[in-house]
């Protein structure tokens, strides 16, 4: 309910804490909320094109609550014109390529990641990450955001 079209590709995620790492091992894997506080590091094994730019979003499609829906979906991270770099580090939970969240941050960022933390008594919530690879890099000043409440926030691309 979240996407029209299975994954391309499956996304590697590990988040860390200190120096501990708590990759999802599996789509689905429950996670404490103290372990999924900082930026996840996000690779992929192949299906990726090291030439061209990426945009990656991290979503709860679960707002307010998972059953009722009442807000839909609340927007945890956006970032454009993400490239790739090879990963040095590769371990069994993370892939071949990263994607470089680091480099040119400030320039990058649309919405600053926002750690997990679901309002009390409103059951388990789903972290979705999408990631788009761009045609071209994207204008940061061309993009307005609009957030009329907390529960809305919507982003659009101007010409």
Not at 24 to 33: F, H, I, N, R, S
């Amino acid at each position: 309910d979240v996407v029209d079209k299975e994954p391309q590709q499956i996304l590697c995620i590990e988040f860390s804490k200190d120096k501990d790492v708590f990759p999802v091992k599996k789509a689905g894997d429950e996670m404490p909320l103290g372990n999924v506080k900082s930026e996840p590091l996000l690779s992929v094994d192949d299906g990726v094109d090291k030439d061209k730019l990426y945009c990656i979003i991290m979503t709860d499609p679960d707002a307010k609550d998972r059953i009722k829906h009442e807000y839909r979906e609340w927007v945890h991270w956006v970032m454009i014109n993400v490239s790739i770099t090879e990963n040095k580090n590769k371990t069994e939970f993370n892939g071949k390529y990263l994607f470089d969240t680091l480099t040119n941050k400030d320039d990058n960022t649309v919405i600053e990641f926002k750690p997990s933390g679901p309002p009390s008594n409103t059951g388990l919530h789903r972290y979705v990450f999408l990631v788009y690879q761009q045609n071209d890099k994207i204008d940061i000043n061309k993009i307005i955001i609009a957030s009329d409440t907390w529960s809305e926030q919507c982003i659009q691309a101007t010409s």
